[in-house]
């Protein structure tokens, strides 16, 4: 499965946005739905873009073990950094710099 950088910018925003400190994989994959239009976004798909976005310390899960539909994440220090370097929440083009 390959990344998609619109993706992880969305997962991104959707962390940073969060009313709570850390947010569930169920919960953001239904995020993306929304943000789609989309009835379903496959948890499979959240959770390779989590497990990637973890590889390169932009999120953390709250407790360390394999990523599963109740895996709780939140924004690490350089997630922040990527929210912020990907532009204005209106722009039309969510991606990062590779």
């Keep these: 499965m390959?990344?998609?950088s619109h993706t992880v910018v969305l997962l991104l925003r959707l962390l940073r946005e969060a009313d709570m400190s850390y947010v569930g994989t169920t919960a953001l994959s239904e995020g993306l739905a929304e943000i789609a239009g989309d009835d379903d976004v496959p948890e499979g798909w959240t959770q390779h873009h989590?497990?990637?976005?973890?590889?390169?310390g932009l999120v953390k899960a709250r407790h360390p073990g394999p990523v599963t539909s109740s895996?709780?994440?939140?924004?690490?220090?350089?997630?922040?950094?990527?929210?912020e370097d990907s532009g204005d929440d209106d722009d039309d083009e969510d991606?990062?710099?590779d």
């Design 2 to 4: 390959q990344r998609d």
């Design 50 to 56: 989590l497990e990637i976005m973890s590889d390169i």
């Design 95 to 97: 991606t990062l710099d």
């Design 71 to 83: 895996t709780e994440w939140r924004l690490a220090w350089e997630g922040y950094n990527a929210v």
